[in-house]
T-cell receptor, first 114, second 112 residues
């Protein structure tokens, strides 16, 4: 069965510094990987995805993520954090062979201090 | 396009009552999902559907039922509400296998 782990409940970063939000996954076949962001009292918004091709994918708001097959990771990164990046971030995975189910991680709260 | 629309936004139920959470999408997506979000627990998949007339259980289906009679609608039914079903419920839809899911704004349900 597929699963996703986000090992950090909270990440704190100073504005202007680089940020990383970690995600590891487990699937039996090739994965489809996603990052979503949730602002207070809102639904989830799509940030970026990895389907195939380049391991480094770029998404909305200056975020990017690197797919690492050997480490089964898909960490979210941004070179320079903004206070407005403060939100709840979710990693999600879907198996290529059973592409219907989308399974989410437990979420990481990102807090950017001025 | 309105996207994914969920109603109601808020609801308080008494133990043992029943209700239906409505979800409609206007994007002609085949795939639809119901998740619940509990604090610190992330999103758990309740049920999903790959097309009209086809539904399947997710990670936490007990206490819920779904139907998919049309492409647009995917209602979630709670037959006998329990306090453990207090949560925020999200509906989502997806076009195809290489695409991302679009989420509704959520329904906050409290069972007392």
């Amino acid at each position: 069965a597929q699963s996703v782990a986000q090992p950090e409940d909270q990440v704190n970063v100073a504005e202007g510094n680089p940020l990383t939000v970690k995600c590891t996954y487990s699937v039996s076949g090739n994965p489809y990987l996603f990052w979503y962001v949730q602002y207070p009292n809102r639904g989830l918004q799509f940030l970026l995805k990895y389907i195939t091709g380049d391991n480094l994918v770029k998404g909305s708001y200056g975020f990017e993520a690197e797919f690492n097959k050997s480490q089964t990771s898909f960490h979210l990164k941004k070179p320079s954090a903004l206070v407005s990046d403060s939100a709840l971030y979710f990693c999600a995975v879907r198996e290529y062979s059973s592409a219907s189910k989308i399974i989410f991680g437990s979420g990481t709260r990102l807090s950017i201090r001025p | 396009n309105a996207g994914v629309t969920q109603t109601p936004k808020f609801r308080i139920l008494k133990i043992g009552q029943s209700m239906t959470l409505q979800c409609t999408q206007d994007m002609n997506h085949n795939y639809m999902y119901w998740y619940r979000q509990d604090p610190g627990m992330g999103l758990k998949l309740i049920y999903y559907s790959v097309g009209a007339g086809i539904t399947d259980k997710g990670e936490v289906p007990n206490g819920y039922n779904v139907s998919r009679s049309t492409t647009e609608d995917f209602p979630l039914r709670l037959e006998l509400a329990a306090p453990s079903q207090t949560s925020v419920y999200f509906c989502a839809s997806m076009d195809g296998l290489n695409t991302e899911a679009f989420f509704g704004q959520g329904t906050r349900l409290t069972v007392v």
